[in-house]
């Protein structure tokens, strides 16, 4: 962190983490995340205004449980936990922390308790909120000096002890589904930490370009893993800005694109963005990689090896044809939800799902990665490239998969259930388009079931695939909804996807939000 003033928030393992940080940035403040083992006397040299303990996936009396050095809670440095992170400073402190048979997950009511004044987390805030649980362990007994700030009815939701500037909530202000829970982390960083509101967009490309010049040096060269999405696009362009041309990008054809995408893209890149662009059809090498494979966890790691496989050749093909630095470093448009889904990052978090360009990679690479947006979210890199003067062809383009079309496929991967895949997915996207939701919605696909059904059609028997239609509602994609599309919307695509794709029969609408589920279906 070489912004002064900010936050540093120590992750105890929680998939909220990257959140906080962000809605930390959200408010202008700089913030970093460090692992919750990080040394105090390194927290003291980034010279922060404040700290935040994250929430975790264990409970503080767990054999193995993660820990802090206690001294960060000497740094007179403000301190604020959340969740599990109240949990420590509790045990830590000399409170107590128990499991509970009435556990807390979801929506709850929170009472700010005001017998003593208000707590400056909570000035100016109703004297009931709405909050977003997730923990089955409570606070029983304060520390000494420490006092409730907040009841639900089943437990202790806030508690601080204001001389030693140390506050804590039980429950997740950084989640939407917390009513004011940007105000209370405002209140924070502001009334108690007194941060100052200078970090911006501008800062962090200027940062992130001089960070990308020390790193590849003055001679190296990189290959860019370029898919034609937002992601790999700011990517691209800030380390353009880093290194210029000695950064060669390359678009793959896995075979598991959209309609018409590989060309499509390959134009626009070029038109678009004015990019160097070398296109490579590999979609039989991919394809033969995944007959036979069923289970998505292996999808995913084969076609993560293939990339790279792909891209070590294109390397040395290179170097060989030109004759100039070596390609050292691979660039990817890594965001922080893949990081957290597929790998424990600063702290001992929970793998979801394996991500094809974190978890999937293989162990041994012939490239260091160079990863530009890994503690980012789409909207913040949206936010980025527009700064970069990206178009909002780039920037609106709806998130696709890297393993493509695999994991939109349930079951072995063919040629033959990819091009009926890809004809029904083209049709849930124009009459998304069409209805002018689009840029409304946060995604909108098909997905291709090995279930059939039965059906009739033109007085005949008919006995045909299943296809799903997923349509979701997100600002980060850490949470999802499904959306509540018009009426006429599901009919037109339902009506058009069995008339005007042959194998289909059955159209379903998929309304499982995230949690419990993902968004994509492998």
Known sequence: ?????????????????????????????????????????????????????????????????????????????????????????????????????????????????????????????????????????????????????????????????????????????????????????????????GAKPTWGGAGFIQETVEAIRQKVGPHARAICALSGGVDSAVAAALVHRGIGDRLTNVFVDSGLLRKNEFEDTLEMLRSRLGLEVIGVNAADRFLAQLQGVIEPEEKRKRIGREFIAVFAEKARELQGNEGRGEIRYLVQGTLYPDVIESVSVKGPSATIKTHHNVGGLPESMPFALIEPLRDLFKDEVRRIGRELGLPDEVLEKHPFPGPGLAVRLLGEVTRENLGVLREADAIVVEEIRRAGLYSKVWQAFAVLLPVRSVGVMGDFRTYGLTAAVRVVESEDAMTADWARLPGEVLERISTRIVNEVRGVTRVVYDITSKPPGTIEWE
């Open 1 to 193: 962190m070489t912004e002064r003033g900010g936050v540093v928030v120590l992750d105890f393992g929680g998939q909220y983490t990257q959140l906080i940080a962000r809605r930390i940035r959200e408010q202008h403040v700089f913030s970093t995340i460090l692992p919750c083992t990080a040394a105090p006397e390194e927290i003291r040299k980034l010279e922060p205004a404040g700290l935040v303990l994250s929430g975790g996936p264990s409970s503080v009396y767990d054999k193995g449980a993660p820990v802090c050095d206690p001294a960060v809670l000497r740094l007179d440095i403000p301190v604020l936990g959340i969740c599990y992170g109240m949990q420590w400073i509790t045990q830590q402190l000399g409170g107590k922390v128990e499991k509970v048979e009435r556990r807390e997950y979801g929506r709850a009511q929170a009472e700010i308790q005001e017998s003593a004044g208000v707590s400056a987390l909570f000035s100016g805030l109703p004297s009931s909120l709405r909050i977003w649980n997730s923990h089955g362990d409570s606070v029983l007994a304060l520390p000494a000096g420490f006092r409730a700030t907040a009841r639900t009815d089943n437990a202790v939701a806030a508690v601080e002890d204001p001389r030693r500037k140390i506050y804590a909530v039980q429950f997740h202000p950084e989640v939407k589904h917390t009513e004011r829970g940007t105000d209370i982390l405002r209140n924070f960083l502001f009334q108690v930490c």
